[in-house]
Every structure is written in structure tokens, then in C-alpha cells.
């Protein structure tokens, strides 16, 4: 755009009040774009707040469903399970239990909370005696049967009525079995998010107390992407659309706007970013010792996400994000 040399340039102008500033505004959060995950245990009338993550709990089936029905009065509209077992075996069959936790919290709140999206994590980490996302064969996680009993956990959430299965392990073609035995099962409507890139992280560390599934040995870069790598994320994604993903996903987020800006930009598919426990837990902790202002920092780490390119943003904040969304459109 062309300007006469001899008018000054004043960016404050459309700083000048919060109204101005609204209608200038280039990314939008809303609540919508938030889904919140939950913890389900085998317990009964469980609430169990997990130490490193505060406002975070382990959760019965029946407080799972209290919890799932809360979102949803907050205007969040998808929940994200994952299971927390009484029991584990080298294998993790319990993934695919039909009255596991997951499954059983999926039909309770499919019955109670109408309307509410139910996604579930597929992985044997939570399930396995070991910790890692898969079967141990030769100290390493052999892929090709780790990818089968991946595929009965989801045929086992589809039956019980989630809306989207979401592969969180890295094995090599999960997806296009998964997708394959949805189809082939008659479950054509639900939906895959994928883990496409998800890195071996630092940032899992409370994730990991709260699921019990920090492994007894070793660690998962042998199938967890490298931290240095972004044209590999791309290939991740590539792979896991040409097996039918319905969305993809970056984990984690907040170190990783690039990758998620990268993505998006590549692919133009829906879109979503994990905003992980330690994430999340660094500014819980931050916050209790007085050093940042929690909700402006909430709302500025989730807004950077999606400004990065998300469509959509899983975040333990969903509901307390939600409901400063809710208090800002009523100004």
C-alpha cells in the first residue's frame, strides 16, 4: 500500500480502548475450539485432585460424568478420556476391556451429557505393566503387534459410543488399521485424531502421575518424535492423512508453535494442539507463587496456540477458559 512520505504512522490508534482493539482483533479464542480432558478411574465416588497438576483429578465414572456435564454447562463442547486401570499386564488388555473405564465412562456419559463430543485416547501405556505404549518384545515396542491390540481398544470405544478415537502411541500404520477396522466393523462415522507429531517431551511429567504410566525403563524416543525435528512432523502427517485421519494432532503445543503453524499451513486440514500437563502445571505453579497473573496467562498461552494455526485446543484450562470467555462476552 502506497503512503505520502509526509504522514506519520500511528499503529497506537487501534490500541486506544478495548473496544477498538475487539474489532481489530486477528485470532479469535472461543470456547468452542476447547476440549477438555478427564482421567477416569475403576473407583467409585473417586475425586482425586493430582498433586503436580492442580484443579486436575482422577475421577470416578460417576464424577466423570458430573465433571463431562460441567463442561458442557461452561460451553465446552468436546471431553477427551483417558483411563486410569486397577489393574496392568506386560500387554495392556485392559485397553480394550469393555467395562474398562474408559469404555464405561464413554456410555454413561453418552446416556447423562447429550450432545457433549466424547473422544478417547487409544494407547497401552496407561494398561501396560511397564509404562511404554506398546508390547516389549526384545527391550524395544514392537510395532506390528502393539498395532493390533491398538486396534481392539478403539473398535472397543467405537462400540461403546465415542464420537473420535485418538491414537496417541506413534506406531508406524495405526491409523489406516484403525480407520480399516472402524469401516469394517460398520463404525464409518467415527472419527480418527490422530497423534500424528508428538514428541518425547519433557512436558508430560504430571500427565504421567496422574495416568500411572511413567515407564519402569528406558523412555519412548524410540517411537516419540525428536524435539529437533519439524520437516519429520510433516511427513508424520502426511502419512497419518493418506491413512485417514480425520484430524491431526501436535503434542505438545506451547514449544511447539512452528511445528503447529507448519502444519496447518502444509496441509489446510482441522487441526488440533495438546496443551500438556507440564505446560499447564508451570503456570499452575507459577501462579500460586504470586509471580504471573494466571488468567491473562491462561488466555495468552491458549491464544498463541491458536494463533499458531489450531483449530482446536486440548487443554486442562477448557473449562476455566470457557467461563472467562463466557464473563467477556457479557461486557
Known amino acids: 500500500m502506497t503512503r505520502g512520505l509526509d504522514l506519520p504512522r500511528r499503529p497506537r490508534r487501534l490500541r486506544r480502548s478495548a473496544a477498538i482493539r475487539g474489532l481489530v482483533r486477528e485470532t479469535r479464542l472461543s470456547a468452542e475450539s476447547l476440549i477438555y480432558p478427564l482421567f477416569v478411574t475403576t473407583a467409585n465416588n473417586l475425586r482425586k485432585e ?3 497438576m492442580p484443579g486436575v483429578f482422577n475421577l470416578s465414572v460417576d464424577e466423570a460424568v458430573k465433571e463431562a456435564a460441567a463442561a458442557q454447562r461452561d460451553g465446552v463442547p468436546a471431553i477427551l478420556l483417558f ?3 486397577d489393574t496392568k499386564d506386560a500387554t495392556g488388555t485392559g485397553a480394550a476391556d469393555p467395562e474398562g473405564p474408559v469404555q464405561s465412562a464413554v456410555r454413561a456419559i453418552k446416556r447423562d451429557v447429550p450432545g457433549l463430543v466424547v473422544m478417547t485416547d487409544v494407547c497401552l501405556c496407561e494398561y501396560t505393566s511397564h509404562g511404554h505404549c506398546g508390547v516389549i518384545v526384545d527391550d524395544d515396542v514392537a510395532n506390528d503387534v502393539t498395532v493390533e491390540l491398538l486396534v481392539r481398544a478403539a473398535l472397543s470405544h467405537a462400540a461403546a459410543g465415542a464420537d473420535v478415537v485418538a491414537p496417541s502411541d506413534m506406531m508406524d500404520g495405526r491409523v489406516g488399521a484403525i ?3 472402524l469401516d469394517k466393523s460398520g463404525f464409518t462415522a467415527v472419527s480418527i485424531m490422530s497423534y500424528a507429531a508428538k514428541y518425547s517431551s519433557a512436558f508430560y511429567g504430571p500427565f504421567r502421575e496422574a495416568a500411572g504410566s511413567t515407564p519402569s525403563f528406558g523412555d519412548r524416543r524410540s517411537h516419540q518424535m525428536d524435539p529437533a525435528n519439524v520437516e519429520e512432523a ?3 502427517v502426511e502419512l497419518d492423512l493418506e491413512e485417514g485421519a480425520d484430524i491431526v494432532m501436535v503434542k505438545p503445543a506451547m514449544s511447539y508453535l512452528d511445528v503447529i503453524w507448519r502444519v496447518k ?7 488440533a494442539a495438546y496443551h500438556v500437563s507440564g505446560e499447564y502445571a508451570m503456570l499452575k505453579a507459577a501462579a500460586r507463587n504470586g509471580w504471573i497473573d494466571e488468567p491473562r496467562a491462561m488466555m495468552e498461552a491458549l491464544t498463541s496456540i491458536r494463533r499458531a494455526g489450531a483449530d482446536m485446543v486440548i ?10 470467555l463466557a464473563l467477556q462476552g457479557t461486557k
Open 83 to 85: 483411563g486410569v486401570p
Open 315 to 324: 487443554t486442562y484450562y477448557a473449562r476455566e477458559a470457557a467461563r472467562a
Open 50 to 52: 493430582v498433586s503436580s
Open 179 to 181: 480407520r480399516s477396522a
Open 234 to 236: 510433516l511427513r508424520e
Open 265 to 271: 499451513s502444509t496441509f489446510g486440514v482441522p487441526t
